[in-house]
């Protein structure tokens, strides 16, 4: 029997990926759920005050992101691990790092891009400015998938223990620091009216480089948590 | 030529020559760190002179420049003893690497609270989001990880090796944390010593400074190897060496 060709592979992955989070719907709803929830909370939380809300929203609405993303993250390998379906990707011929990001894009997909769509919903509620919203999109479309790639290595390297939540968010919060100041850099200085490129072009260049290593970083990570 | 040295390196990997050594080294060490930090304790707080701007406050800097330095260290002695456990599987770097961990979180919290305790005569605040007291911040986040990931897998050789990983990880981060937050928010005043070059210092207040340093690294030695020599124990509890060692004391 010859391997499959990567691409084949590779769209075989995505594709069973998302047929399973299709079937569990309920699951993507959660941290949309979630997000608008503590979104919520805020104005309840800070007083109704239109500038104070204003303020803080570009960085409300990234925390909130940042934590729904935190909670679905957790499960990413979980039931491939419980079901050996993982054991079976890292004895496949393909490289495993190329399967394992194309099981990180099916994860954004299914997390991160419903937030992204709510995005501008929890802006307006905070009354954010309208010609802010775009940069704000750009910042969430950069940072999220950074997030997406970071975590992975970390969940990787959880994968063989039992209790992994809260270490999880310890782990990731140092990673996830610069991340979190040049996205919400960006917004700010779309706010005040200042230019914005500079921090979006740093996002994107972190991006660039997490895109290349996370995978790796993934398959070593999950190498290591699996042989036992 | 002289083999000696990567041959004494070698047989130095194992547990028990290694176990014997640290035992030797150990009583040394501890001692030459307490000598030197109570002369340096002397110097800084008694013959020292007052800062013409800070006066007595700034005294605190003995203890906390030092302790600074030290958990930048152990965190790069951590990192460069994971790499050696992840490509080379030396159990020995494992234990390395996963003991420094605890000393040097102990010293990134010394510097968080005497930096704290300094700030609030000075800057008139405990705590400020100043770039380096957030990166010192996140420095003790990333010995927390270190700490937690190993404590989480029920093998214990595994959680070292998934730990290591995240050193390593976190060592890639830590200059980009300090850039990104440098360029977020500045207040902290910049360096007075340095290595090349004259230091911006008074030689007064250099030296206790730098015997302090010289003693925290012999307590972070005495430290550590009395750590690695309890985990060595632990972990290879039913190895020959450790029984022998055992009955010794259960006949004494």
């Given at each position: 029997m010859t391997a499959a060709p990567l691409p084949a592979a590779c769209a075989?992955?995505?594709?069973?990926?998302?047929?399973?989070?299709?079937?569990?719907?309920?699951?993507?709803?959660?941290?949309?759920?979630?997000?608008?929830?503590?979104?919520?909370?805020?104005?309840?939380?800070?007083?109704?005050?239109?500038?104070?809300?204003?303020?803080?929203?570009?960085?409300?609405?990234?925390?909130?992101?940042?934590?729904?993303m935190l909670l679905a993250l957790d499960a990413m390998f979980r039931s491939d691990i419980e079901d050996g379906s993982l054991e079976q990707l890292v004895?496949?011929?393909?490289?495993?790092?190329?399967?394992?990001?194309?099981?990180?894009?099916?994860?954004?997909?299914?997390?991160?891009?419903?937030?992204i769509v709510v995005a501008p919903l929890l802006a307006g509620m905070l009354h954010l400015p309208a010609e802010v919203i775009p940069v704000l999109l750009l910042a969430l479309l950069l940072a999220t998938p950074m997030l997406s790639l970071l975590g992975a290595v970390l969940v990787a390297l959880t994968a063989g223990t039992?209790?992994?939540?809260?270490?999880?968010?310890?782990?990731?919060?140092?990673?996830?620091?610069?991340?979190?100041?040049?996205?919400?850099?960006?917004?700010?200085?779309?706010?005040?009216?200042?230019?914005?490129?500079?921090?979006?072009?740093?996002?994107?260049?972190?991006?660039?480089l997490t895109l290349v290593l996370a995978p790796l970083g993934c398959a070593v990570a999950l190498r290591i948590a699996l042989d036992a | 030529?002289?083999?000696?040295?990567?041959?004494?390196?070698?047989?130095?990997?194992?547990?028990?020559?290694?176990?014997?050594?640290?035992?030797?080294?150990?009583?040394?060490?501890?001692?030459?760190?307490l000598l030197l930090g109570a002369v340096a304790l002397y110097g800084g707080l008694v013959l020292a002179p007052a800062d013409y701007q800070q006066g007595d406050a700034y005294r605190i800097i003995f203890i906390h420049v030092p302790s600074a330095w030290m958990s930048l260290f152990i965190y790069g002695v951590m990192a460069v003893a994971s790499f050696i456990a992840l490509v080379w599987r030396i159990k020995l770097a494992e234990v390395v690497a996963m003991e420094s961990a605890p000393v040097g979180a102990c010293f990134t919290f010394i510097t968080l609270v005497t930096g704290s305790l300094w700030g609030k005569p000075m800057w008139g605040t405990w705590w400020t989001w100043d770039a380096r007291l957030t990166s010192e911040l996140v420095l003790l986040f990333l010995y927390l990880g270190v700490i937690g990931l190993y404590h989480a897998f029920e093998d214990r050789r595994q959680g070292a090796r998934a730990a290591a990983f995240l050193a390593i990880v976190g060592i890639i981060n830590v200059p980009i944390v300090h850039f990104s937050v440098n360029w977020w928010n500045t207040l902290h005043q910049g360096s007075t010593v340095r290595i090349l070059g004259p230091s911006k210092m008074s030689g007064d207040m250099l030296w206790p400074l730098?015997?302090?340093?010289?003693?925290?690294?012999?307590?972070?030695?005495?430290?550590?190897?009395?750590?690695?020599?309890?985990?060595?124990?632990?972990?290879?509890?039913?190895?020959?060496?450790?029984?022998?060692?055992?009955?010794?004391?259960?006949?004494?």
């Open positions: 075989a992955v995505l594709r069973r990926d998302l047929t399973l989070a299709w079937r569990r719907r309920g699951d993507i709803a959660m941290p949309v759920l979630y997000a608008l929830i503590v979104a919520t909370l805020f104005p309840f939380a800070l007083g109704p005050e239109q500038a104070l809300l204003q303020r803080i929203a570009g960085g409300v609405v990234l925390v909130t992101v940042l934590l729904a004895l496949a011929p393909q490289p495993l790092a190329v399967l394992l990001g194309m099981k990180i894009l099916a994860h954004w997909l299914t997390t991160a891009l419903p937030l039992r209790r992994s939540g809260m270490l999880l968010a310890l782990m990731l919060l140092p990673l996830c620091v610069p991340v979190v100041i040049f996205a919400a850099g960006a917004v700010a200085a779309a706010q005040q009216g200042l230019p914005w490129l500079a921090p979006i072009a740093w996002l994107g260049a972190a991006l660039a | 030529m002289s083999d000696w040295i990567p041959l004494w390196l070698h047989k130095l990997g194992s547990p028990p020559v290694f176990y014997r050594f640290a035992g030797a080294l150990r009583p040394w060490m501890l001692a030459l760190a730098l015997t302090m340093m010289a003693a925290t690294k012999f307590y972070y030695l005495a430290s550590l190897f009395g750590r690695i020599r309890a985990d060595l124990l632990a972990m290879e509890s039913g190895k020959d060496w450790v029984r022998q060692i055992a009955a010794r004391e259960e006949a004494r």
